[in-house]
């Protein structure tokens, strides 16, 4: 069974500009959740989707969305990016209702703002 | 505000003994508590959970150990091998929230 993947894996942005990350969950998981890896705070959840529909989110600024689609892929968008969104961004899927011990991760992408 | 905190950014063991991660956390409405493993270049793997309901679980060389009355949890490696090198990141969940608690992560090393 394929694993969690994203793309683009790095990605290089400047200040003020925009960009948006893709997440393909593993085939029958419809939960899709991401995170923000950073040195000094470690993963910080930043919201779930499941159903196309956002169940939960963190405590992070409006300049981060995200949307899920039918076939359960999901994306994540920074507007507006600021140095300090560079980081590594996460997602994870399950099959919702299953605990985290069957949550799995992508590799992450490795956005960096200049 | 970290409500769980890994103290400790490194370790370094040699091969054979036991590690011990430690990690802390704040909020006592958190019943559920993970481990996870992670590679460089990859994503994070779960390794090992405890319900509050327990104070240990154990498996294989992996045993973690819960003090409630502490807020505070440990993560024990006996014997280490140097394939155990990489960054432990401890997390935390109270039952009906979807997301989860981590910790800034614990770099293993483990010399051979």
């Known amino acids: 069974k394929a694993g969690v993947t994203q793309t683009p894996r790095y990605l290089i942005k400047t200040r003020g500009q925009q960009v948006t990350l893709s997440c393909s969950p593993i085939?029958?998981?419809?939960?899709v959740s991401w995170y923000q890896q950073t040195p000094g705070q470690g993963l910080q959840f930043l919201f779930e989707y499941f159903s196309e529909t956002q169940r939960n989110k963190g405590n992070f600024p409006g300049r981060f969305s995200g949307r899920q689609f039918s076939n359960s892929r999901s994306e994540m968008n920074v507007s507006t990016l600021e140095l300090g969104d560079s980081a590594l961004y996460l997602c994870?899927?399950?099959?919702?209702?299953?605990?985290?011990?069957?949550?799995?991760f992508g590799p992450g992408t490795r956005l960096t703002v200049l | 505000d970290q409500q769980v905190k890994q103290n400790s950014p490194s370790l370094s063991v040699q091969e054979g003994r036991i590690s011990i991660l430690n990690c802390d956390y704040t909020?006592?409405?958190?019943?559920?508590f993970l481990w996870y493993k992670k590679y460089p270049a990859e994503g994070p793997t779960f390794l090992i959970s405890i319900s509050s309901i327990k104070d240990k679980n154990e498996d294989g060389r992996f045993t973690v150990f819960l003090n409630k009355s502490a807020k505070h949890l440990s993560l024990h490696i006996v014997p280490s091998q140097p394939g155990d090198s990489a960054v432990y990141f401890c997390?935390?969940?109270?039952?009906?929230?979807?997301?989860?608690?981590f910790g800034t992560g614990t770099r293993l090393t483990v010399i051979p």
């Open positions: 994870a899927s399950k099959v919702p209702g299953q605990g985290d011990n069957e949550q799995f």
């Open positions: 085939s029958g998981h419809r939960s």
């Open positions: 909020n006592s409405m958190f019943d559920y």
């Open positions: 997390a935390a969940r109270q039952t009906g929230a979807n997301n989860l608690f």
